[in-house]
């Protein structure tokens, strides 16, 4: 199983603040984020807007990195400052 996280205003938007997906061989965040607007089409615009995080157990990743069984991974808005 893979436990996806979502942080600040993409928990708000999608209304959920985690969930757990089956693992499939070949994962990836991409591949994550796809399944997920596979079953929640409303969620393709927030998952994909420029800018998200990704985390892969604590650690930021690029979306191709790799997610196998047992891991989290955590979406995030941008950080902004002021």
Known sequence: MIQVLFFA???DQLGCDSLTLDAVEGDSVTKVR???VAEHP???EPLSASGVLFAVNQSLVKSGHPVHDGDEVAF???VTGG
């Open 76 to 78: 995030m808005p941008p």
């Open 9 to 11: 205003r993409l928990r």
């Open 42 to 44: 409303d969620w393709r």
């Open 34 to 36: 796809e399944r997920l």
